[in-house]
């Protein structure tokens, strides 16, 4: 890493408004907060901004509403597992959400910060560093699932472009479709801070 014109090495660390310094080279599960977690992601928008609304839809609210899908998928899905799965964008309080395309262009240096923000953070709240594989899978397709509505009632999509792209999300019922398509509707920040915290307060005392 280069040094700076005084030479020192560039500051690699951001201070949070809990007052941690997260070291984004190596983040300590010390300085992870779920204050600051919640309250940056509430500030990061989805599809680069580039939704209908007066807000943004927040990563925030896709974490809830990806959390809430992966429950229809699985309704015996354990606690922890619920909780990891809602904490599956977590890293992305400290490095954007930044769309697929682009994260391919950065390659392996992006993966490797997210992946290390992403292990601090499961040991911060007594997850394994790794989900298991049956548990990833799961997640990734509740994601994939979310994103599908995002794009249709968000972001300009056709229903024929999303599911060339993302997939019909045939797994849900007429019911559970309809749920995900109110949740996934832009609300304020301090709203989507707020309903991120509850969420994750729940699990933790459930």
């Given at each position: 890493m280069a040094a700076d014109k005084a030479g020192h090495s560039p500051r690699a660390w951001q201070r949070m408004l809990s007052g941690r310094r997260l070291n984004l080279l190596d983040p300590s599960p010390l300085d992870v907060e779920i204050c600051d977690i919640a309250h940056g992601l509430a500030r990061v928008a989805r599809w680069n901004g580039q939704t209908t609304g007066e807000h943004a839809f927040s990563v925030a609210q896709h974490c809830v509403v990806v959390e809430a899908i992966a429950r229809m998928l699985k309704h015996d899905l354990e606690i922890r597992w619920?909780?990891?799965?809602?904490?599956?964008?977590?890293?992305e309080y400290v490095i954007g959400d930044m769309i697929s395309p682009f994260k391919t262009v950065l390659g392996g240096n992006y993966k490797s910060v997210e992946e290390r923000l992403h292990m601090a953070i499961h040991r911060a709240f007594d997850l394994p560093e790794h989900m298991p594989r049956g548990i990833a899978k799961l997640a990734k397709k509740a994601d994939i699932i979310c994103a599908y509505f995002e794009a249709v009632e968000l972001a300009g999509f056709s229903e024929e472009e999303a599911d060339r792209i993302f997939g019909a999300p045939k797994e849900l019922s007429a019911e559970e479709?309809?749920?995900?398509r109110a949740m996934v509707q832009p609300i304020a920040t301090a709203q989507a801070q707020e309903q991120f915290l509850k969420r994750f307060n729940a699990l933790q005392n459930g």
């Open positions: 619920q909780l990891a799965v809602l904490l599956h964008d977590a890293p479709c309809g749920a995900v």
